[in-house]
């Protein structure tokens, strides 16, 4: 009974540690100017919104959430299907170069981004998409292609491919097999890839800030430093803008909650 | 529909050889079999006539024409999977109809040849649900009505009964006959097991290590065995093969008697054998004995007898009905 206690008491603990940064900012950004000077962990007393207002009009939230909507939408759409029919011709395909081009994707899934960020950015500047949306996709996209491909490999391979050949014999093509027998019983991994992209997309600060310089093409990462100067630091806007920031992907994983812990899971068990 | 013929087939996946020089004809409407023991390349066999895997050397032809270089759905063949291979987010009228849609072909006319073959394999009831909700008979079935809504020119299956239990394969394998029989479409069936090879075939091609032992009608291969092999395979329980003086007697290395061929008698018996085991069937009795010189010895006797384990039996064989083979076990004389 008392190790059950004793269980409970480190779970709790665990839970009020990791849930309370995200209470105190939410706590921040409700509270009122004269109330701010109260410790951060107390509750806002009279509640106002006045906060995420100023956020959203003055702070230029409203452009920057647009952005980074746009971007991280596109990202996630041609996410899920660049790897997944890349994955597809890597699995159910057989062409000359497979070997070297799995093994360029297990070199890409090894190379941190902050290593190559200057070369990438005089790429994105050759290109001549500095401060386009465009150039941050592409970024995005090939930066995280290795490791979404290597996803969808490990589902694709869950499936019998006796699937594959029976659509064979029945007359399909290639593409047809990948839409309307492949991708149709791969929605965990095509949820699951959807979801992790748009998250990395949307909390992404360093390839944003790099091939972004123009403030109206800017994203909500980027848009809460404008709130931290190098003396002073409006705390309530910070907490406003991170609780405005925070708020899509929250409700995208309530929403998709089901599916992305099977989609995490599939592939590794079978 | 049509014929097939199969040249000097060969395949290989790198630098192991699994078929050799594979020679066969097949007529318009016929049922062949495929049987030989696992690992013989019966599957491999089938999967280059489907066009699912590339032919190393040799040419096949279906209904005349040079089809090596055709893909799978230009042979127009249909292929039956031992594991069914279902699409599992269709229900069972989009899985019959999958390769009709695929040709575009108009809603009204799916349906109705998908209804049709529901009908032929009792599938109507079945026709919303998918196959997660089946049972594993039902999923052959709907296996089979994918093949057969397609009207093919030849049909492949492989070994499309074996995840059934006993009562229900034969209740198939009847039924797959009557199929053929109504269809009259070439069939080209994989089975390891020779009872079923037996009782559907029109003509059985007998596999072992990637070669073509025998060719031939089920009672050609019963009353004359190209090898040893062949007669050891085909018949249930299997052919005595007995080596040493026995088979000398007779000029030959090896003698194979059919347990069917042997009786129990009190005078003049060939040889003496103890009992050590009896199965009572029924409608047949098989009886194990021990006789010296010779080895174990397998005797199958119409009809209910009371033999028990420990006696001393006389045998006596049908000595027309034996086969003698020389040493590399070919037929002597
Ligand atoms: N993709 C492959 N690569 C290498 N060898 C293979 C491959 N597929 C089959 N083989 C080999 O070819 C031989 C024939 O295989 P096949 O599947 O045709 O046998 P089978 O007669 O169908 O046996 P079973 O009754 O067990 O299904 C086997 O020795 C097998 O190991
Ligand atoms: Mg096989």
């Known amino acids: ?270 | 529909m049509a014929d097939l013929e199969l040249q000097n087939i060969q395949k290989s996946y790198g630098a192991t050889k699994v078929l050799h020089d594979i020679n066969l004809k097949i007529d318009d409407g016929e049922f062949v079999v495929f049987v030989g023991p696992s690992g013989c390349g019966k599957s491999t066999l089938l999967r280059l006539i489907a066009g699912l895997d590339d032919i190393t050397g040799g040419e096949l032809f279906i209904g005349g024409q040079p089809s090596k270089k055709l893909s799978p759905k230009q042979r127009n063949i249909a292929m039956v999977f031992q594991s069914y291979a279902l699409y599992p987010q269709m229900t069972v009228a989009e899985n019959m109809g999958f390769s009709l849609s695929l040709e575009r072909r108009p809603k009204p006319e799916i349906r109705e040849k998908v209804e049709e073959a529901a009908r032929t394999l009792k599938l109507e009831a079945l026709l919303d649900r998918k196959p997660g909700q089946l049972s594993g008979g039902q999923r052959q079935r709907v296996a089979i009505g994918r093949a057969i809504v397609r009207n093919p020119q030849v049909f492949l299956l492989d070994e499309p009964l074996s995840n059934l239990d006993a009562a229900l394969r034969t209740e198939t394998r009847v039924e797959i006959g009557e199929l053929h029989q109504r269809l009259k479409t070439t069939m080209i069936y994989v089975t390891h097991d020779q009872v079923e090879a037996m009782t559907m075939a029109d003509r059985i091609v007998i596999l072992n290590a990637g070669r073509i032992e025998q060719v031939g009608t089920p009672m050609e291969l019963y009353n004359s065995p190209a090898t040893e092999f062949v007669a050891s395979f085909i018949g249930s329980p299997k052919m005595n093969l007995i080596t040493g003086p026995a088979a000398s007697e007779y000029q030959a290395v090896t003698i194979g008697i059919r347990p069917e061929h042997f009786d129990i008698v009190t005078d003049a018996p060939h040889w003496q054998g103890q009992i050590t085991l009896v199965e009572r069937l029924g409608h047949n009795t098989i009886v194990y004995a021990r006789v010296p010189d010779v080895g174990p010895v397998t005797i199958s006797l119409e009809g209910q007898h009371d033999y028990e384990v420990g006696q001393t039996v006389g045998l006596g064989a049908d000595l027309s009905k034996v086969h003698r083979f020389d040493s590399a076990g070919r037929p002597v004389g």
């Open chain 1, 1 to 270: 009974m008392a190790a059950r206690y004793l269980v409970f008491g480190v779970l709790a603990l665990i839970a009020f540690l990791m849930t309370a940064p995200s209470a105190m900012t939410l706590f921040t950004a409700l509270k009122p100017p004269e109330e701010l000077i109260r410790p951060a962990w107390t509750p806002p007393t009279a509640i106002t919104f006045e906060n995420f207002g100023r956020v959203w009009t003055d702070g230029g939230f409203r452009r920057y959430f647009l952005n980074t909507v746009l971007i991280s939408t596109v990202d996630a759409i041609v996410m899920i299907v660049l790897a997944s029919m890349t994955a597809y011709a890597m699995v159910f395909m057989s062409f000359r170069g497979k070997l070297a081009l799995q093994v360029l994707f297990v070199v890409g899934l090894m190379i941190p981004v902050t290593a190559i960020i200057l070369p990438l950015y005089t790429t994105v500047r050759s290109l001549g998409l500095i401060n386009t949306h465009l150039g941050v996709i592409f970024a995005d996209l090939a930066l995280a292609m290795p490791v979404f491909v290597f996803m969808f490999s490990s589902y694709f391979v869950s499936i019998p491919k006796a699937l594959h050949e029976a659509a064979r014999v029945d007359g399909a093509t290639e593409l047809q097999i990948y839409r309307r027998v492949v991708m149709p019983i791969s929605i965990p991994a095509i949820i699951t890839t959807g979801l992790l992209e748009f998250m990395w997309s949307w909390n992404d600060l360093l390839l944003r800030l790099v091939l972004l310089p123009r403030d109206g093409m800017r994203t909500l990462s980027v848009g809460l430093l404008n709130f931290q100067g190098v003396q002073t630091r409006d705390v309530a806007g910070i907490s406003a803008g991170a609780v405005i920031m925070a708020i899509p992907v929250i409700l995208l994983f309530l929403f998709f909650q089901r599916h992305f812990v099977r989609g995490m899971t599939a592939g590794a068990v079978k």
